[in-house]
């Protein structure tokens, strides 16, 4: 007895209308809806918002503090210069102006044409480094007792402020193309080697707090990219030592700064400018004395609108004007960390977060200055404070981590 097998029940209308009429025709499935085709983003801290969107909110909103108290800080001492309260901040609306230029091109360039010009401008960073500390150069200009730029008459760049994104791109090429050499320490030969020669440079251009902060830099993108700890804690200690180095045996006004920091009642001279900002921050109060009735920039508190602009806001905008600063860094710092946390290459998520430490960590020193918790330090607050080279290279910043987040 032969047995029959039986056909297979249909589940479909059109496997059933081809087994009644013998035929075989295939099922055409319908296609998946867009909403389940796409593939959903992670939510972090920013829930559901585009990260770039609270990027360029956040910046925006911090420039326009800076261009709104530049003014209110600058008035006096502008006047005295040029006799026109609108000078100082005039040179900061151009270079605003040409930030955000230079932004919005950055956040068109591909990832991989970054990758490709990091070794190229770490070179030009080492050159313009080494310009600056020639002497008799026409070309470095100082200021404050400090030579520190390039530039021709009027127009003057700071090199060592395009050392810090030109550090996180190269470092980023260098831990993603060779990351097999992480774990065994091999790739910081070239690390301490580049790094050592910037930082020396920068170094002797009297710019310690910049030397400080390309180490803390390096340390944090070694961190992320998978170096040993111990490793990484031994690398700090060594920076820690060389910048005790420095504060005591190089320059005399840096002790000087380091004994009133620790002692400010007794060293009133030396730790003069942060006494002054605190007292601008204490007279405040909660809300502030007004838009423009600082009494710090009438001479107490010398170059009010640079490093020490906090004390400023504090004292015109009160305890809600420094929390609203405070606040607008750190929801920078989630944002740039939620681009960095999106991307799936190396590259891409060091970069990211290399950019987000660099701003985050300058603002944490400039702010702990200046309520003296740290001891003073030549840099500025990140989008606020008066500097034009600060703000270009602040905002160049920005443009990359956009580019980033739209290459996601």
Request: glycine share 12%; with cysteine.
């Amino acid at each position: 007895m032969t047995a029959t097998r039986r056909p297979r029940a249909s589940t479909n209308a059109g496997s059933a209308k081809a087994g009644a009429s013998g035929r075989t025709t295939s099922v055409r499935r319908r296609p998946a809806p867009k909403s389940a085709r796409k593939r959903s983003a992670p939510v972090g801290l920013l829930g559901g918002v585009r990260p770039e969107a609270v990027l360029i909110v956040t910046v925006g909103l911090l420039c326009a503090i800076g261009l709104l108290m530049v003014y209110s800080a600058s008035s006096v001492e502008s006047v005295k210069e040029t006799g026109s309260t609108w000078s100082i901040v005039a040179r900061q609306i151009v270079w605003f102006s040409l930030g955000c230029v230079v932004a919005f091109a950055v956040s068109r360039v591909p990832l991989t044409t970054m990758r490709r010009v990091a070794g190229p401008m770490m070179g030009l960073v080492l050159i313009c480094l080494v310009l600056v500390v020639v002497p008799d150069n026409p070309l470095a200009q100082g200021a404050n007792g400090a030579t520190r730029w390039l530039g021709y008459r009027s127009f003057g760049f700071q090199p060592s402020e395009l050392a810090k994104p030109v550090l996180v791109l190269w470092l980023a090429q260098l831990l993603a193309t060779r990351q097999r050499d992480i774990v065994d320490n091999t790739i910081l030969k070239p690390i301490c080697v580049i790094v050592g020669l910037m930082g020396a440079l920068v170094l002797a251009g009297d710019d310690l707090g910049t030397t400080m902060l390309l180490g803390l830099i390096v340390l944090v993108m070694l961190l992320l990219a998978g170096s040993p700890l111990r490793t990484v804690a031994t690398l700090a200690g060594v920076l820690g030592m060389v910048s005790v180095g420095a504060l005591l045996f190089l320059e005399q006004f840096r002790v000087e700064r380091l004994m009133a920091f620790l002692d400010p009642d007794k060293n009133t001279s030396a730790g003069y400018q942060v006494l002054q900002s605190q007292i601008g921050l204490a007279s405040g109060g909660f809300f502030g004395s007004g838009p423009g009735y600082s009494r710090a920039k009438w001479g107490f508190l010398p170059e009010a609108h640079t490093d020490f602009i906090l004390a400023v806001i504090g004292e015109e905008f009160g305890l809600v004007g420094t929390v609203l600063v405070i606040s607008l860094f750190l929801v920078f710092a989630i944002a740039g960390c939620t681009i960095a946390m999106r991307r799936t290459d190396v590259f891409g998520r060091l970069v990211a977060f290399g950019i987000t430490a660099w701003i985050g960590f300058q603002a944490l020193i400039n702010i702990g200055v200046a309520v003296g918790t740290l001891p003073t330090k030549g840099i500025t607050l990140p989008f606020v404070s008066y500097g034009g080279s600060s703000l270009l290279m602040s905002l160049a910043g920005v443009g990359v981590l956009i580019a980033i987040a739209r290459d996601s």
